[in-house]
Structure formats: structure tokens, C-alpha cells
């Protein structure tokens, strides 16, 4: 699992800021970032030039298909709108924690290095029910 679309919670200020930071990880420790194309404007804002040149900005219609996984960084409505979508293509969603309740997460923001278990393949698939 290389390929990782991050989706932060647009409304959130923190779910921003936190998804630099994830970002800024995820590219230190080799990841492909895939980041929907009206983000472009705030992560090239964030990050470095070298950093946004390792950035690949797609299309909702292509992110889907071009990812391995998706880190959401929001609240758990966030994470839920999100997981929605990422079902119909068979996508796992990681949230990171950037609500009040935090119940669908599985990292807070201070845990971000985490993802380097993804990365060494260090983890476990969690199926979920969904609700229609």
C-alpha cells in the first residue's frame, strides 16, 4: 500500500494543518501522495516546492481508482462521508482524529508517524458494516 489520497475536513482549520503535516510525513517516508485537485491551492500554499513537485493533484474521478488507500483527517463525519465513497471502489480509509468525539479514528494527530506501520505493512483490515 503505496498510493495514499489524503482528504482533510475542508471546514476544519486544524484538519488542515494537520493534513500538512501528513502530508510532509507521508512524502519523507516514500509514499506516492494523491491529493484531489481543488486542494491544489492550499497545499501548494503549505509545502515546498519539492514537496508539491512529488504531489499528484487528480480529479475525483481518477483519485479513486489511482489510490490504495485514503487517510481522512477530519471528524468522524468526515471520516464516514468518505468511507461511503471509498467502499464503492474498495478502498480502507484511515481517519485521523481531528473531531471532538474521535470514535471512527484510528490515530490523533500527535500519533501521525503511525503511518509507517502502513507503509511496512505492519496492519489489520477492520471490515465494517454499512448502513443504507
Do not use: H, W
Not at 500538512?20 to 497545499?43: D, G, N, P, Y
Request: hydrophobic share 45%; net charge negative.
Amino acid at each position: 500500500m503505496n498510493r495514499v489520497m489524503v482528504q482533510p475536513n475542508p471546514t476544519r482549520e486544524q484538519a488542515l494543518l494537520v493534513s500538512r503535516r501528513l502530508v510532509s510525513l507521508l512524502l519523507k517516508e516514500r509514499f506516492a501522495v494523491l491529493i484531489l485537485e481543488e486542494f491544489r491551492a492550499f497545499f501548494t500554499q503549505g509545502l515546498s516546492e519539492e514537496e508539491q513537485s512529488q504531489i499528484c493533484f487528480l480529479s475525483e474521478q481518477e483519485i479513486y481508482f489511482a489510490c490504495d488507500f485514503i487517510m481522512v483527517v477530519g471528524g468522524d463525519g468526515t471520516i464516514l462521508r468518505l468511507a461511503g465513497k471509498a467502499s464503492q471502489y474498495g478502498k480502507p480509509v484511515l481517519g485521523v482524529n481531528c473531531g471532538t468525539i474521535g470514535f471512527m479514528s484510528e490515530i490523533e494527530p500527535e500519533e501521525l508517524a503511525l503511518v509507517r506501520a502502513v507503509r511496512e505493512g505492519r496492519f489489520t483490515l477492520d471490515e465494517r458494516s454499512m448502513l443504507d
